[in-house]
């Protein structure tokens, strides 16, 4: 850990093309891609487990796009372009900045380039996607 304060989600987002929007709704994502991947998240008495909760960056990516679609349904898209959010390597970059402030943790093999062209916004967003993954909550 650094020696420095921890800066806040705004602090962190003035520093990147991204609003503090973005980096809440990455990091409430973030759970939902772990509930997603492992099942609901048991009791953690043992500290050794919670690395056994990670998601790699195309998991992260496909479990922000249902969240995104489930939030905002058609609307999805536009509002992930409205944060400047226009492909999945801006998912990568918001989850970095959280990283290098020490308000996320990686893996040895974790990269940014796990980010890169996981899905076409276009494709993903598109309306026929969308209302198949706007299922009920």
Sequence with gaps: ?????????????????????????????????????????????????????????????????????RRWGLLAKTVLNGWNIRVTLDFGRIIYALIDNDLMQKTEGDSLEDFRDVFDFDQAFSPENCLRLNLPK
């Design 1 to 69: 850990m650094k020696d420095t304060p921890v800066k806040s989600i705004v602090e962190i987002a003035a520093q990147t093309p991204y609003p503090p929007e973005a980096f809440v709704f990455i990091r409430e994502g973030l759970h939902a891609a772990a509930v997603h991947a492992h099942g609901p998240e048991p009791e953690m008495t043992n500290p050794a487990l919670a690395g056994q909760r990670h998601v790699t960056g195309q998991q992260l990516c496909e479990g922000l796009r249902e969240a995104a679609v």
